[in-house]
């Protein structure tokens, strides 16, 4: 499954781990890739992760024109731990995220791109936490339904996550300084983090894939 946002230059592949396994397989994963796989001991995050790399390196090369094999794709990462291509190879940006059954790679023109990805539950025993919503998010939330409230929690939710992203600030991002305006597709960045002023645009899709239905958010600067 693939999306593309034609302003923007980017676009997103998304697929069942088992599918890319059995389609890419384990070849064209580094040294590196294998030594972190082989520190996660949940059976499910270990699959999406090796899926997830092997997706990325593909979409990478297709992004390079086949320039760059897969395998010889290598990464490092920024002051924050964001993981960025290594220089010396095509600087294409991406992300990269997985949810229950589905990974996701997001690639752009950059330099910031951001993906989250979230498995909306029919069913849910809790409400949305709101602690990390501002107050104008959580007015906008309050106007949803019950039964709306946790789907409309995950547009917020995916969005910041994929701003926090692209600014590459990981834990070190206080969520309450951004600020998601769902209906406009745009949020409020803390003032010196952006070239062009303090918003980042996103765009937010509810996708479905084999019966699973996710929402996902990717932000672009």
């Given amino acids: 499954m693939a999306i593309a946002a034609d302003d923007t230059g980017w676009s997103v592949a998304c697929a069942r781990p088992g599918d890319v396994l059995r389609r890419l397989g384990k070849c064209t ?3 590196a890739d294998h030594a972190r796989a082989a520190g996660i001991s949940d059976e499910t995050r270990h699959e999406h992760f090796i899926a997830g790399r092997a997706l990325l390196r593909q979409r990478l090369s297709e992004q390079a024109g086949d320039t760059v094999q897969p395998a010889s794709w290598q990464f490092v ?7 960025l291509v290594k220089p010396g190879l095509p600087q294409i940006p991406f992300s990269i995220s997985h949810a229950a059954g589905l990974v996701a790679v997001a690639t752009g023109p950059g ?4 993906i989250d990805l979230e498995h909306v ?3 849910r025993t809790t409400g949305p936490v709101q602690d990390q919503l501002t107050p104008r ?5 309050q106007r949803h339904s019950d039964a709306d409230r946790w789907a409309a929690f995950l547009q917020l939710w995916t969005a910041k996550e994929a701003v926090s992203k692209a600014l ?3 834990c070190g991002l206080d969520f309450h300084d951004i ?3 769902v209906p406009a597709g745009r949020a409020r960045c803390p003032g010196g983090l952006l070239d062009t002023g303090d918003y980042m645009n996103f765009e937010r899709h509810t996708i479905t894939a084999h019966g699973a239905a996710y929402c996902l958010s990717v932000a672009c600067h």
């Fill in 168 to 170: 590459g600030l990981g």
């Fill in 77 to 83: 990462h920024g002051a924050c731990g964001k993981p």
């Fill in 29 to 31: 994963l580094d040294e």
């Fill in 179 to 181: 600020e998601i305006d």
């Fill in 137 to 141: 998010e959580q007015a906008w939330l």
């Fill in 111 to 114: 330099p910031q791109i951001g």
């Fill in 121 to 123: 539950t029919d069913i």
